[in-house]
């Protein structure tokens, strides 16, 4: 009964290079969300996921941000070419998808970036 | 624009009284409301919720207030103690399109002992 783990916890990198940040969600969880905490500001959604759907990509700032989800399981974040203000801790969720709406979302423990 | 305000950064109780978090929110269109609460280097945990079609949910020492005509809920934490001292996020978000939730910029807790 594992909850959603992330890695790394800690990540950091130099301005201009890519990184990943991946994402086990709780199994059984058809759902998967990315949200990111930048310092003194609430959680902003990035991208949705569920099922074989297209994913919901609305929240990614920018074209550099792209995430995947293999199999209906795992999913990475990347990051290209980072810049200092993608720092922040990157938090993943997942959820059952029941008829209805309202699921909780679960979090992971979050991947903290640091882009120097 | 900010849909979803805690415009309360921080709060300071004594541990056995009443802690009030508030929230206030923009869009009439949100029907589902959440709190998480986070401790540090954790992921939010759900605390709990309420539908727009109650105005009061409880759950033990933990009690969510809907004012829908002020946009407004509150969450109250009777008797708080001081492990209830962490980060309290409101969320909000569209029944059906339930999968985004639009986070509060959350307020500290700290329960003194």
């Known amino acids: 009964g594992a909850g959603v783990s992330q890695s790394p916890s800690n990540k950091v990198t130099e301005k201009g290079k890519d990184v990943e940040l991946r994402c086990d969600p709780i199994s059984g969880h058809t759902a998967l969300y990315w949200y990111r905490q930048s310092l003194g500001q609430g959680l902003e959604f990035l991208i949705y996921f569920q099922g074989n759907s297209a994913p919901d990509k609305s929240g990614l700032p920018s074209d550099r941000f792209s995430a995947e989800r293999t199999g209906g399981s795992v999913s990475t974040l990347t990051i290209q070419r980072t810049q200092q203000e993608d720092s922040a801790v990157y938090l993943c969720a997942s959820s059952l998808m029941l008829a209805g709406g309202g699921e909780t979302q679960y979090f992971g423990p979050g991947t903290r970036l640091l882009v120097l | 624009d900010q849909q979803v305000k805690q415009n309360s950064p921080s709060l300071s109780v004594q541990e056995g009284r009443i802690s009030i978090l508030n929230c206030d929110y923009t869009n009439s269109m949100f029907d589902y409301f959440l709190w998480y609460k986070k401790y540090p280097a954790e992921g939010p945990t759900f605390l709990i919720s309420?539908?727009?079609?109650?105005d009061k949910n409880e759950d033990g020492r933990f009690t969510v207030f809907l004012n829908k005509s002020a946009k407004h809920l509150s969450l109250h934490i009777v008797p708080s103690q001081p492990g209830d001292s962490a980060v309290y996020f409101c969320a909000a978000s569209v029944v059906d399109s339930s999968y985004k939730l639009i986070f509060g910029s959350g307020t500290r807790l700290l329960v003194r002992p």
């Open positions: 309420i539908s727009s079609i109650k």
